[in-house]
DNA sequence: GCCAACGTTGGC
DNA sequence: GCCAACGTTGGC
């Protein structure tokens, strides 16, 4: 199983929303990005990700799972674009920022730190363990530490 | 609101 | 195929 990590701005697809969409999930729409396009056809149905606020509140929120592998988005008629459906799994009992992940030594490797850009994104193995855990996470089971 | 980083576009 | 111009992202 992969780990990723999706950025986005709370004004336009906050955490609550996804949360709202329950189990059924919603369509991660409007990337207009190769790189992040060409990750998001690489994701399988059960990878899971971290889902992270940008540009306010800059931390991440929340786990979530790939639901619906990769296929046309719906908000555009150009076939380049794809994505993937994503459903909330849980909150982040410590959500973790930016700073913290800046702070953090053993992450300063993570895309989110290298590039800023970036709005979908691959995490490594264990980095996805170490920001569970600092989150308050066991990062196999998801459940509160 | 500013601006650096960086992806995309288009002329040559 | 290069590169300047331009637009967008996102931290601060």
Aim: glycine share 6%; with cysteine; aromatic share 10%.
């Amino acid at each position: 199983m992969a780990y990723w990590l999706f950025k986005s701005e709370p004004f336009k697809w906050s955490w609550e929303e996804q949360k709202a969409e329950g189990d059924k999930g919603a369509e991660w729409d409007g990337i207009r990005n190769y790189q992040a396009r060409n990750f998001m056809r690489d994701m399988k149905v059960g990878d899971k990700g971290f889902f992270y606020h940008s540009n306010e509140g800059l931390e991440i929120v929340g786990i979530i799972e790939i639901c619906a592998e990769s296929h046309q988005d719906t908000t555009t008629d150009d076939e380049r674009w794809n994505c993937v459906d994503v459903k909330a799994i849980c909150d982040m009992p410590n959500p973790v920022s930016l700073k913290q992940v800046k702070a953090a030594e053993n992450l300063s490797e993570m895309s989110l730190v290298k590039s800023m850009r970036l709005s979908v994104q691959p995490v490594r193995d264990e980095e996805w363990a170490i920001v569970c855990k600092m989150g308050g996470l066991d990062p196999d089971t998801l459940t509160p530490l």
